[in-house]
């Protein structure tokens, strides 16, 4: 008999389904089963990390794939624990011209100290606050009444499609199990088929994630602090988990529906037993519950009904969704064949050893089926929407000052554009956190987004060390990301009602915070204080600091986004000329004693090039600046700055992952081949599981999904960059990458790459254009460039090639 029980929250459908045909002459084979876009293994998953991953952005699944004894670990994107208290930021602007006075006196660790100091002289912990946790929200264990080993077994993960797969065999019975997490119905489905002998007979169950033997104390403990005991109960075709946390009025609800096809069912203990079925369908939906009180158990009963309990259905449903958006971009550098082996085998023939043509594809697809599936309502957290254990590293929760913005790089370019409305769904809620974060810092109107964030938006995560109140480029930073999706959607509505206004609240910081008070001698604004994330200048004893480049990049760039804006829509003319003026007294870059890009717009702060984070580079990642581009010296000196990062990387090893992928877009941006090369090759070949997750550290070592979205755009600007006008054709392709062909990749200026296709011979080339327009096409293969101006009528494509000698 089989029981179906719960853990915690999301939709699920689950089937299983048993042939009553009895066949003498032993188990029917298993499918060869390779997806043209995925992964094949010939094991389960030995821990977590390898487990196959579903999800539809709200919801993630972790595939254990065990025979006769299954784990299915779910999580809701807004499921965190309610731990932090939430309340306004630590109020520092009555103390700023003191702070700002230490800053430039250099006592930058007096400086962060004295925010500590004010910290706790207001009541609050005086100490770092951790955001909330991401936690496992259930297990999903299916334990089959079978003590037979299987006799031959094969699992696998198609990116198109979303199912993960797993068959097996005993000997006289072909098992079968198949599972998705649907994006229009907002269920897990999941099929068991017995072709054979024997029917189904097992117990399914559900309930909180339970840490496992190998797990430590501090995991147990943290499972602890998790909600309290689940009631669970079952009646009928239904189950229900509810679950309330500890420290909260919130919490959760699970709700499935269970359909069988034949055999006995029965209800009891909370669980579904199931005996001699020949198919079973289960429904599960996770139910986030801002009030405990106010179940919603039976308006999802009534959802699940109306969603119905056919797999094929059901799936064809999800494809038409999941699979139109993972189906426009692709690469190919003609190593399909050499693709049609295990996934374990693919792993150890390149692990650590030079990236091949074959595990590039790998990555390039995982990467953008990973992000994909962990898009929802919100965007990607630290590890995506999965999680395995209880203590997530860094809580898994949202790191704005680099991680995200890594996880999200290939949103535009890698042609999911609707996929970026998970971060400005994510902000919208909580402007008026951001809002009150730059009033209580520094007096200041406009927003200021904190470097950490989960369920809130108050700055909470900062200590004398991390002084994140000083970090103040995010609005800016991400007000790019809203500008960014104008230029390659060209939604002119976007544009006014929602990209405008968030990057004017952004610029609205700036012009109380760089006011004449901190102006130099010679009329110059300082960024003061300021806050490289995460770096100390060398022989310096503290991360605060004074005009860090980032600063003066993400500024620089929402300035000139504005201006841009608004002169195309004839508006703001006053404004125009603050903003303009404003840019005119900005510090200028500056360049260090060995010729670099300095990571600190002041004289007396030294380079520190063996750090992990490469922020200074925020100018160099979605185009040049042209304060950068237009002067030969900087020029250089980016180029110099990204080869002492590189050089600095090769020695050390396994510092974390999404600072290869800055060095990476830097370098790709100032067509450093080789460079860039390095930064995708050592991603690609240590940074991934052997089920090709992605991780944080070299090893691989903790389970992260920044450079899923990462390491493919890198590829991407590799092989096509772009500005409204222009595009730019293979302006970093390495020696490595011979020959290949991309399609579907985006430019800003509404025009799609169509296909690009290179070889030693010759180039070629198709675009599409959404409106009438000119543009330049410049191509970097050969040894002479080629540089065409094309007229492009709408929708209609066109076609060119280039010889590259």
């Known amino acids: 008999m089989w029981r179906i029980a719960f853990m915690a929250a999301g939709a699920l459908v689950v089937v299983w389904a048993a042939s009553a045909e009895a066949r003498a002459d032993g188990a029917p084979a298993i499918e060869a089963d390779v997806p043209l876009r995925g992964i094949f293994s010939l094991r389960p998953a030995p821990r977590w990390e390898e487990a196959l991953l579903i999800g539809n952005g709200r919801m993630g699944g972790l595939v254990m794939s065990r025979p006769f004894d299954e784990t299915i670990t779910l999580t809701h994107e807004r499921l965190f624990l309610p731990i932090a208290e939430q309340r306004p930021t630590v109020e520092t602007g009555s103390r700023l011209d003191e702070i700002r006075k230490l800053i430039r006196d250099g006592q930058y660790a007096q400086a962060a100290g004295l925010v500590m100091q004010?910290?706790?002289?207001?009541?609050?912990?005086?100490?770092?606050?951790?955001?909330?946790?991401?936690?496992?929200?259930?297990?999903?264990?299916?334990?089959?009444?079978?003590?037979?080993k299987p006799t031959g077994y094969r699992r696998s993960l198609d990116y198109a499609t979303g199912v993960a797969r797993v068959q097996w065999t005993d000997a006289d019975t072909r098992y079968q199990q198949r599972a998705f997490i649907s994006r229009p119905d907002n269920a897990m489905v999941l099929e068991l088929t017995a072709e054979g002998a024997k029917g189904l007979t097992g117990r399914i169950a559900v309930g909180p994630h339970v840490p496992g033997p190998k797990e430590n104390d501090k995991e147990r403990r943290s499972a602890g602090n998790g909600p309290a005991s689940p009631t669970v109960s079952a009646e009928g075709q239904w189950m229900t988990l509810r679950g309330a946390y500890r420290k909260a009025p919130a919490g959760y609800e699970i709700v499935a529906r269970v359909m069988a096809d034949g055999g006995k069912t029965q209800a009891k203990d909370g669980a579904i037993g199931v005996e001699g079925a020949s198919k079973v369908t289960v429904l599960l939906r996770i139910v986030p519950l801002n009030d405990f009180k106010n179940s919603s158990v039976a308006r999802t009963r009534k959802g699940l009904e109306s969603v119905g309990g056919d797999f094929d259905a059901l799936l064809k449903r999800h494809v038409a969704v999941h699979g139109a958006i993972y189906g426009r971009q692709r690469l190919d550098l003609g190593a399909a064949a050499d693709r049609q082996i295990p996934a374990e085998q693919l792993y150890q023939e390149t692990h650590d050893k030079a990236a091949t043509?074959?595990?590039?594809?790998?990555?390039?697809?995982?990467?953008?089926?990973?992000?994909?599936?962990?898009?929802?309502?919100?965007?990607?957290?630290?590890?995506?929407?999965?999680?395995?254990?209880?203590?997530?590293?860094?809580?898994?929760?949202?790191?704005?000052?680099?991680?995200?913005?890594?996880?999200?790089?290939?949103?535009?370019?890698?042609?999911?554009?609707?996929?970026?409305?998970?971060?400005?769904?994510?902000?919208?809620?909580?402007?008026?956190?951001?809002?009150?974060?730059?009033?209580?810092?520094?007096?200041?109107?406009?927003?200021?987004?904190?470097?950490?964030?989960?369920?809130?938006?108050?700055?909470?995560?900062?200590?004398?060390?991390?002084?994140?109140?000083?970090?103040?480029?995010?609005?800016?930073?991400?007000?790019?990301?809203?500008?960014?999706?104008?230029?390659?959607?060209?939604?002119?509505?976007?544009?006014?009602?929602?990209?405008?206004?968030?990057?004017?609240?952004?610029?609205?910081?700036?012009?109380?915070?760089?006011?004449?008070?901190?102006?130099?001698?010679?009329?110059?604004?300082?960024?003061?204080?300021?806050?490289?994330?995460?770096?100390?200048?060398?022989?310096?004893?503290?991360?605060?600091?004074?005009?860090?480049?980032?600063?003066?990049?993400?500024?620089?760039?929402?300035?000139?986004?504005?201006?841009?804006?608004?002169?195309?829509?004839?508006?703001?003319k006053d404004n125009v000329a603050k903003w303009k003026a404003m840019m005119a007294s900005l510090p200028k870059y500056m360049i260090g004693e060995n010729g670099e890009l300095k990571e600190w717009c002041k004289a007396q702060l030294r380079e520190n090039h063996s750090h992990r984070h490469c922020s200074h580079f925020l100018g160099l990642w979605y185009g040049?600046?042209?304060?950068?581009?237009?002067?030969?010296?900087?020029?250089?000196?980016?180029?110099?700055?990204?080869?002492?990062?590189?050089?600095?990387?090769?020695?050390?090893?396994?510092?974390?992952?999404?600072?290869?992928?800055?060095?990476?877009?830097?370098?790709?941006?100032l067509g450093d081949a080789e460079s860039a090369w390095f930064s995708v090759d050592r991603l690609a070949t240590r940074y991934y599981y052997p089920t090709f997750a992605s991780s944080h550290n070299a090893g691989p070592s903790i389970f992260?999904?920044?450079?899923?979205?990462?390491?493919?755009?890198?590829?991407?600007?590799?092989?096509?960059?772009?500005?409204?006008?222009?595009?730019?054709?293979?302006?970093?392709?390495?020696?490595?990458?011979?020959?290949?062909?991309?399609?579907?990749?985006?430019?800003?200026?509404?025009?799609?790459?169509?296909?690009?296709?290179?070889?030693?011979?010759?180039?070629?080339?198709?675009?599409?254009?959404?409106?009438?327009?000119?543009?330049?096409?410049?191509?970097?293969?050969?040894?002479?460039?080629?540089?065409?101006?094309?007229?492009?009528?709408?929708?209609?494509?066109?076609?060119?090639?280039?010889?590259?000698?």
């Open 357 to 572: 043509p074959a595990l590039l594809e790998q990555v390039f697809d995982a990467g953008r089926y990973e992000i994909l599936c962990c898009c929802g309502d919100w965007p990607p957290n630290l590890q995506g929407v999965w999680a395995g254990v209880w203590n997530t590293p860094w809580r898994s929760a949202y790191t704005l000052n680099g991680n995200m913005p890594s996880a999200i790089a290939n949103l535009l370019n890698g042609n999911m554009p609707e996929l970026m409305h998970s971060v400005f769904g994510y902000f919208e809620p909580m402007m008026e956190h951001f809002r009150s974060n730059a009033k209580r810092h520094y007096n200041a109107r406009g927003i200021f987004i904190p470097a950490h964030a989960s369920r809130f938006g108050y700055d909470l995560s900062y200590n004398q060390t991390y002084c994140h109140t000083f970090w103040t480029a995010g609005a800016a930073w991400y007000a790019g990301f809203y500008y960014d999706y104008y230029l390659y959607t060209g939604d002119k509505d976007f544009l006014r009602d929602k990209a405008l206004p968030f990057m004017k609240d952004a610029a609205l910081f700036y012009e109380d915070f760089l006011t004449k008070e901190v102006k130099d001698a010679q009329g110059v604004y300082e960024f003061n204080p300021s806050y490289s994330p995460e770096n100390t200048p060398a022989g310096g004893n503290s991360q605060a600091t004074i005009n860090a480049t980032m600063d003066l990049a993400a500024c620089r760039q929402l300035l000139g986004n504005l201006v841009k804006a608004c002169t195309e829509l004839g508006i703001e």
């Open 118 to 148: 004010i910290d706790k002289d207001q009541g609050r912990p005086g100490r770092l606050v951790w955001a909330d946790p991401f936690f496992p929200a259930c297990d999903l264990r299916i334990t089959l009444d079978n003590e037979a």
């Open 624 to 669: 040049i600046d042209p304060a950068i581009a237009d002067d030969p010296a900087l020029l250089a000196a980016a180029k110099k700055a990204v080869l002492l990062r590189t050089e600095s990387r090769a020695k050390r090893g396994g510092v974390m992952g999404f600072g290869a992928v800055q060095i990476g877009l830097a370098a790709a941006s």
């Open 704 to 805: 992260n999904a920044d450079i899923s979205g990462g390491l493919p755009a890198v590829i991407v600007e590799m092989l096509v960059q772009s500005q409204p006008g222009s595009i730019t054709l293979l302006p970093a392709l390495p020696k490595q990458m011979p020959a290949g062909r991309i399609v579907g990749v985006p430019c800003r200026g509404q025009v799609t790459v169509e296909e690009l296709k290179w070889s030693p011979d010759k180039v070629e080339f198709t675009l599409r254009s959404a409106k009438d327009q000119e543009m330049t096409v410049d191509c970097r293969r050969g040894d002479r460039g080629h540089k065409i101006k094309l007229r492009l009528k709408a929708n209609e494509p066109v076609t060119r090639q280039f010889p590259v000698k």
